[in-house]
């Protein structure tokens, strides 16, 4: 089975710059997760879908950051514009569907650098 | 607001030693837990879960954890360490059957010296 699809793997931009990630979750797997891990702490939940829906966005900056799954598979996140503070690991995992059972499953990540 | 601590950022053993990382967890109702791993250049991925049932729970590689529900803590053991287990442990946790996304720890790097 593939795993979860991230690029690029890697992306240097500078300050007030724009930045687009995408993901392409586990086959079959409705729902997805995007993470924050800034170096020396654990992944911070951005946003959460369920197929196309928003499911948690309480802890994505709206006034910078959006994210869209428009036909529930593949998903991007978008920085724009990017501060420093944003340079971090974004990554992203899928579950099939939400439940007791179920592992979510990460993607490699891409490691943002503002300059 | 969960929280999820974990005691130790860095530790150092050398092989064979024994392994033991320590994580509590702040929250009022029952939760699922976790330790996923991520071992250099690669991506997280799952060293072991606890959902109900046996408060020990085995893990791939030789991990075990025990779940203390009175001690709010799942840490996370290995008998005897290999220098392939160096990599970042992180403990996480999220409400029972909610769909939820992980509550990560800061992780604890582990260096298994030779």
């Known amino acids: 089975e593939a795993g979860v699809a991230q690029s690029p793997r890697y992306k240097i931009i500078e300050k007030r710059q724009s930045v687009a990630f995408w993901c392409n979750p586990i086959?079959?797997?409705?729902?997805l997760y995007w993470y924050q891990q800034i170096l020396g702490q654990g992944p911070k939940l951005l946003i959460q879908?369920?197929?196309?829906?928003?499911?948690?966005d309480s802890q994505l900056p709206k006034d910078r950051f959006s994210a869209e799954r428009l036909k529930g598979v593949d998903s991007t996140l978008k920085i724009q514009p990017a501060k420093l503070e944003d340079s971090a690991v974004y990554l992203c995992?899928?579950?099939?569907?939400?439940?007791?059972?179920?592992?979510?499953?990460f993607g490699p990540g891409t490691r943002l650098t503002v300059l | 607001a969960q929280s999820v601590s974990q005691h130790n950022h860095h530790v150092i053993l050398s092989e064979a030693a024994s392994l033991e990382l320590g994580c509590n967890y702040s929250?009022?109702?029952?939760?699922?837990l976790f330790w996923y791993v991520q071992y250099p250049g690669q991506h997280l991925q799952l060293l072991l879960k606890?959902?109900?049932?046996?408060?020990l729970v085995k893990g791939i590689k030789g991990f075990e954890a025990e779940f203390i529900k009175s001690k709010f803590s799942f840490n996370l053991r290995k008998p005897s360490v290999q220098w392939s287990d160096t990599a970042e442990y992180f403990c996480?946790?999220?409400?029972?059957?909610?769909?939820?996304?992980?509550?990560f720890g800061k992780g604890t790097s582990l260096l298994v010296t030779p």
């Open positions: 995992a899928s579950i099939t569907v939400a439940g007791d059972t179920d592992t979510q499953y």
């Open positions: 086959s079959g797997h409705a729902t």
């Open positions: 879908f369920q197929n196309n829906g928003v499911v948690d």
């Open positions: 929250y009022g109702g029952t939760v699922n």
């Open positions: 606890y959902f109900s049932g046996d408060p």
């Open positions: 996480a946790v999220t409400p029972w059957n909610s769909g939820y996304a992980l509550n």
